[in-house]
């Protein structure tokens, strides 16, 4: 069974830095891209980046409004994929997906919250 | 604003048939059979309805189907029931975004 599971939510002051982890299992994890997205309370999804498969690089691409202070990775040999999130502002406050696939995505996490307030 | 637009809102009454549309262009929507439509319902992860325009994956109802006029998509679910009352949002492949383009989700009210 696939599962992603992602991790690391949390309340954290505008300007800190939060890394959020998405553990998957149940797949050949290498051989699928990530995704990540966001959802603002009362808002739509919103498309934050992608970690091409191991196989095709592994290269990143990232939405505008995040370029430059999030950074997604993967480690294979843990399965696990990272959002690397930097200079937090109070608009990033969101629950955040991690979704297998680039184009496609047909397995989601459950979601984890992370607040950024004062 | 996103890049491809969906109504707000639509309603139905149980069993009735309601259609949600996506409107993109000839970049994304128009351009490639890569249309999806997810599910999500509050405080929930969304859920994959349909891929490639008008396929479902397994376990989704045969109530719903997708399909695809020009730069735009569609997402008909048949007899209506309250359990399809959730936002939707369609995705599709883009040429100019290496991300792809998303819909602004659309709520179903069921009546």
């Known amino acids: 069974e696939v599962q992603l599971v992602e991790s690391g939510g949390d309340l954290v002051q505008p300007g800190r830095s939060l890394r959020l982890s998405c553990t998957a299992s149940?797949?050949?994890?290498?051989?699928?891209?990530l995704s990540w997205f966001r959802q603002a309370p009362g808002k739509g999804l919103e498309r934050l980046g992608h970690i091409r498969s191991t196989p095709t690089g592994g290269t990143t691409d990232y939405a505008a409004s995040v370029k430059g202070r999030f950074t997604i990775s993967r480690d294979d040999s843990k399965t696990i994929a990272y959002l690397q999130m930097n200079s937090l502002k109070t608009e990033d406050t969101a629950i955040y997906y991690c979704a297998r696939g680039a184009y496609r995505f047909e397995f989601w996490g459950q979601g984890t919250l992370v607040t950024v307030s004062s | 604003q996103s890049a491809l637009t969906q109504p707000a809102s639509v309603s139905g009454s149980p069993g009735q048939s309601i259609t949600i549309s996506c409107t993109g262009t000839s970049s994304d929507v128009g351009g490639y059979n890569s249309v999806s439509w997810y599910q999500q319902y509050p405080g929930k992860a969304p859920k994959l309805m349909i891929y490639d325009v008008s396929n479902r994956p397994s376990g989704v109802s045969h109530r719903f189907s997708g399909s695809k006029s020009g730069n735009t998509a569609s997402l008909t679910i048949s007899g209506l029931q309250a359990e399809d009352e959730a936002d939707y949002y369609c995705?599709?492949?883009?040429?100019?975004?290496?991300?792809?383009?998303f819909g602004g989700g659309t709520k179903l009210t069921v009546l």
């Open positions: 995705a599709s492949f883009a040429s100019g975004d290496t991300l792809g383009v």
């Open positions: 149940g797949f050949s994890f290498g051989d699928y891209a």
